[in-house]
């Protein structure tokens, strides 16, 4: 638009100025010598105009044209007219464009010279044809008219196929949302080749699977949970049942017994407060009250839990225990972590139903370790085991409470604590589960203390 509203009156503009500053300096440099005619056709020549030169009388005296014959925008009267009005409003030069011919509009310009000796008065009359820069705008007019309409066709033959190819996939990717939304988490998100797409669609994949997988988790948990809740629950009942058939007229055992129940109610709202537990220390708001325990004790303790499997089903627990030891910490969510350990290692080891528990000091550390002779851990899988809701086999058979999150529990502890931890285990061999604490101080046995 710019061009073609614009580009006339800018060249107009332009040669004006041009034609008047060489008119100006032809004026100034007049005189009658060979030097000046030579002047005049060279100025003809290099800026395409035709020089006329009149004596007073309006009578040609010279003229120059760089176009052969000159014979458009010579109307002596009118040169006349332009010439008497300049002198007449007191002024010694005028540009003017004719437009009186079409497509023959031309540059005007005259000057008045000064009188020379003989008091003879000069003037100096140059016509410049604007026809070329006409042509060229007309040119440039079309030009931009073909080009402005392919541009919007091609633009809108672009951006269909562009928005066609982009809304598709996105349409579908809603559609298949909408199913998501629902619970199919058989949909597939597509892109199509668009990088951004691709993207989406990958991540949206992504969080489809987390989700399959979240969701199946959720229900094996609540599976789980229901069955994790019911075993001790039959405990109880069991052992309450015992004492009052069998038991009961004997303190020693009934005591035991009790004791069990006792144990087994702890274990139960233990069970409960670890799902408040695990989720309030994944959103971080779970705060550790650390202090110096005993945790040979707090091994030792946890180990007996487990006594009734070793009477009841076979179980062996071999310990090796480094008495005394002291370490710095939250000691129920300690025991929480061996707790854990050790559950799994019964739910996992191998037929002989040995399990170890071992405690060691090496200088400042003590590690901790619950070793099983089960299947073991693929390496691929040691990483995720310690993830919420992490299963390696689902048909296992339970001997103790799990609740799916065991693992994720003792990550969420142990680095809260800030302490190492691990699993070693060779398939087919076992595992072995450890987890070090700095030690504060070693109790001798007899309580004196170094
Ligand atoms: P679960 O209640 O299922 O035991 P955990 O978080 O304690 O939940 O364990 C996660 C998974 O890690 C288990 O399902 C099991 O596949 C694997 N796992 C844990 N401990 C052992 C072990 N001692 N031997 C083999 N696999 C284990």
Known sequence: MFEVVFLKQFYQQMKRDEITALGDSLAQSYDQSEDYVNKLHSAAFDNNVAIVLFNSSYKVDFSTSAFGQFSFAFDIDKIKGWFSRTVEEGHTRFTYIDDSLPDRSTLLYGAVLSDDLQGQQYYLYMASPLAAVETATEVIRNQLTIVTL???????????????????????????????????????????????????????????????????????????????????????????????????????????????????????????????????????????????????????????????????QGYVFHTDITEGVIVDGDARKIEQVVYNLISNAVNYTGDDKSVTVTLHSYGKFAELAVIDTGKGIPDEEKDGIFERYYRTGKTHKRQVVGTGLGLAIVKGILIKHDVAFGVQSEVGHGSRFWFRMPIVHTKKKGSDEK
């Open 150 to 312: 392919s541009s919007l066709v091609l633009a809108f033959i672009i951006s269909w196929i562009f928005s066609s190819r982009l809304s598709g996939p996105i349409t579908n990717m809603s559609l298949a949302a909408k199913r998501l939304a629902k619970g199919d988490y058989s949909v597939q998100f597509e892109g199509n080749g668009f990088n951004e797409i691709d993207e989406l669609s990958e991540t949206l994949n992504y969080a489809t699977r987390e989700l399959k997988k979240t969701d199946e988790l959720r229900r094996d948990l609540i599976a789980n949970v229901s069955h994790d809740l019911r075993t001790p629950l039959t405990m109880i009942k069991a052992y309450a049942e015992m004492i009052r058939d069998l038991s009961g007229e004997d303190p020693v055992k009934r005591a035991k017994h009790t004791q069990i129940i006792i144990d087994e109610t702890d274990r139960l709202s233990a069970l409960v407060n670890d799902y408040l537990n695990l989720a309030k220390m994944q959103s971080g708001t779970e705060e550790l009250v650390k202090q110096p325990f005993d945790l040979s004790a707090l091994t030792e303790t946890a180990i007996s839990h487990f006594d009734y499997l070793a009477e009841s």
